[in-house]
Nanobody, 114 residues
Framework: VQLQASGGGLVQAGESLRLSCVVS????????MGWYRQAPGKHRDMVAT???????QYAASVKGRFTISRDNAKNTVYLQMNSLSPENTAAYYC?????????WGKGTLVTVSS
């Protein structure tokens, strides 16, 4: 399985972005897909995850503004980000977990200007 994230860019505060993560290979064995982010000088933190059965979890700071979803027919997981703020500036990474192994995609950079 390989992951390809896209959709990052430069936006102003209050605007929206949608990130996409295309999964190359079968998603059958993937139990959880997620988005994580890492700001300069900080640890990589969970933003949102979606598990089998479409159970979702969100970081407290994004709940109500970000939405994770997936399209199994397109092997794609999305992260809709609304009401962005400069604090959301980071490299965003897609993750897949099959119960044993973690797979990471390359990050896509999101920059939010004030």
């Amino acid at each position: 399985v390989q992951l390809q994230a896209s959709g990052g860019g430069l936006v102003q505060a209050g605007e929206s972005l949608r990130l996409s993560c295309v999964v190359s290979g079968s998603m059958i064995d993937i139990r959880v897909m997620g988005w994580y982010r890492q700001a300069p000088g900080k640890h990589r933190d969970m933003v949102a995850t979606i598990a089998f059965g479409d159970h979702t979890q969100y970081a407290a700071s994004v709940k109500g503004r970000f939405t994770i979803s997936r399209d199994n027919a397109k092997n794609t997981v999305y992260l809709q980000m609304n009401s962005l703020s400069p604090e959301n500036t980071a490299a965003y990474y897609c993750n897949a977990w099959d119960g044993t192994n973690d797979v990471w995609g390359k990050g896509t950079l999101v920059t939010v200007s004030s």
